[in-house]
C-alpha cells in the first residue's frame, strides 16, 4: 500500500507509470510531473477506470474513501463511471438553473397579462433588490434567511408593502421552478409571517388645508433636489396619482400658452385594467391651474433634454424618471412620517374640496370632484373619464390651486432652495 511520502516523493520519468495501492486505487504520474488519483475496475466482465482527480488536492486518504464509496455503488449495481457524469450533469445544471433565469423566464411568461408599465416596474424591483443579492445562485441553493436578506433591506427603508410585494414575486418565480422539477420547497412562502405587517386602511393625508400647506412649505423649505420639489408641488396642485406625475413627458401638455392648457394622461399610465390601459379612449385629461402650468414649465427649463423626455427625471440617470420612494422620504425627512404621504394629496383635495362644496350647497360638484380624481363608475366609458364637466373642472381646479398656494413662493424659487 502507498504512504504519503511515497505518493509525494514520485517523480516524472520519460513514461506515464502508476503507483498502487490496493482494491484498484493508483497513483497515475505524468512525464509534466501531474499526478491523478484513478481506479480500475470491471462492469459485466469488461475493465473500466474512473479518475478521481489530482493529487495532492485530493489526499491518499481521500483518495480511499472516494474509493471505497465507488466500490459501494458497483455492489449495489451501479456503474460508478456513469453516475459521475450523472452527477456532473446534474450539478451543471443547478449552476445554469440560477433564480436570476428562472425569474426572466417567469417574467416573459407573464408579459401578455400584465401591462407594459406593470411588467417594467416588476423587472426592475428585480434587478434592483434582488438579482445583486441572490440572482446568479442557483434557485435550488436560495435558503429562507437568503430571501429575508433580500427583503429586510427593503422593509428598512420604510417600503413595507414593496417587501411584501416583493416577497410575493420571489415565491411565484419557486412556484414556477417546483413545476418544472427544479426545486420541491418555496423559502419564500414563510418570510411572509417575517415581516413587518402591511399598513391597512387610508394612506395617510393632510386633512385640512392648514396642514396641507406647512406639507409643502416644509417639504420645500428643507434640502433637496429641485425636481423632487416641483414634483411634490404638481403632485399636490393636480392631485393625481404619483406614478403619472413621476412618469409624465413634456408632449402630454398641451396649451401651457393658451388660456385652456391641459395635461393629457396616457391610458397605459392610469390605474386602469390591462384591456382599458391598451384603448386610448380611456386617457385622462386634466385640466392646469395657472400655479401648476408655472410648476410644469419651471421642470421643463430645468430638466433639460432628456432621450425619453421624462421631465422629473432621476438624479442619477436622465434616462429614469424620479422614484415614488424619493418624493416619500422628502414628506418623512421634512416630520411627516403617518402623517402625510405622496398619494395623500388626493385624499386631501377630495376632504378639503368636498367641505367646501358642502358648506355652500353645491352637493352637484362632489360628483365632479370625484370624477376630477379619475374615479370611473363601473359600466362607464371613456369619454366620461376624459372630458365631461371641463369647465366646471377647471373653475375647481383652479380654487384648490389658489387656496393651496396662498403666499407661497414662485416654482423658480424653489430651484435656488439647498441640495443634499
Known amino acids: 500500500m502507498l504512504t504519503d511520502i511515497a505518493c509525494r516523493k514520485a517523480v516524472p520519468k520519460d513514461k506515464p507509470y502508476k503507483l498502487g495501492d490496493s482494491g484498484g486505487l493508483y497513483l497515475y504520474v505524468l512525464p509534466s510531473g501531474f499526478k491523478s488519483w484513478r481506479w480500475k475496475f470491471r462492469v459485466g466482465g469488461k475493465e473500466k477506470r474512473l479518475v478521481f482527480g489530482p493529487y495532492p488536492a485530493i489526499s491518499l486518504s481521500k483518495a480511499r474513501e472516494m474509493r471505497e464509496e465507488a466500490a459501494r455503488r458497483l455492489r449495489s449495481g451501479e456503474d ?64 429562507t434567511p437568503l430571501v429575508l436578506e433580500v427583503l429586510r433591506p427593503i422593509e ?41 405587517p402591511k399598513v391597512k386602511g387610508k394612506f395617510p393625508a393632510a386633512r385640512t388645508l392648514k396642514v396641507a400647506r406647512e406639507v409643502l412649505t416644509r417639504t420645500e423649505h428643507q434640502p433637496g433636489h429641485p425636481l423632487t420639489k416641483l414634483a411634490s408641488r404638481l403632485l399636490a396642485l393636480t392631485a393625481a396619482r404619483s406614478s403619472p406625475v413621476r412618469l409624465a413627458e413634456r408632449h402630454e401638455f398641451e396649451g401651457l400658452d393658451g388660456p385652456e392648457p391641459i395635461w393629457r394622461i396616457p391610458a397605459a399610465k392610469m390605474k386602469l385594467g390591462v384591456e382599458r390601459k391598451r384603448d386610448a379612449a380611456f386617457e385622462f385629461i386634466v385640466p392646469l391651474s395657472r400655479q401648476a402650468v408655472e410648476t410644469i414649465r419651471v421642470a421643463i427649463d430645468f430638466s433639460g433634454e432628456t432621450a425619453p423626455g421624462y421631465i422629473f427625471r432621476s438624479v442619477r440617470s436622465a434616462r429614469r424618471p424620479i422614484s415614488d420612494s424619493t418624493l416619500s422620504k422628502s414628506y418623512r425627512e421634512a416630520g411627516f412620517s403617518g402623517v402625510h404621504v405622496p398619494h395623500g394629496w388626493r385624499a386631501s383635495f377630495s376632504t378639503i374640496m368636498n367641505e367646501l362644496v358642502k358648506e355652500r350647497g353645491h352637493d352637484a360638484d362632489r360628483a365632479v370632484i370625484d370624477l376630477m380624481l379619475a374615479h370611473v363608475p363601473p359600466g362607464v366609458e371613456g369619454d366620461y373619464n376624459r372630458a365631461a364637466y371641463m369647465p366646471r373642472r377647471r373653475a375647481l381646479a383652479q380654487e384648490w390651486a389658489d387656496l393651496l398656494m396662498r403666499d407661497m413662493p414662485h416654482p423658480e424659487l424653489l430651484l435656488d432652495a439647498p441640495r443634499r
Do not use: C, Y
Open 156 to 196: 428598512a427603508r420604510g417600503a413595507v408593502e414593496t417587501a411584501h410585494r416583493v416577497r410575493q414575486r420571489i415565491s411565484d418565480v419557486f412556484a414556477r421552478a417546483i413545476g418544472a422539477g427544479m426545486v420541491v420547497t418555496d423559502p419564500a412562502a414563510v418570510t411572509r409571517r417575517a415581516l413587518g
Open 80 to 143: 460508478p463511471a456513469i453516475a459521475k457524469r450523472q452527477r456532473a450533469a446534474e450539478q451543471a445544471a443547478a449552476a445554469s438553473n440560477t433564480f436570476e433565469s428562472v425569474a426572466l423566464d417567469w417574467h416573459a411568461s407573464q408579459k401578455d397579462v400584465w401591462s407594459k408599465r406593470h411588467a417594467d416596474l416588476v423587472l426592475s424591483s428585480f434587478k434592483t433588490d434582488v438579482f445583486p443579492r441572490i440572482g446568479k445562485l442557483p434557485i435550488a441553493a436560495i435558503t
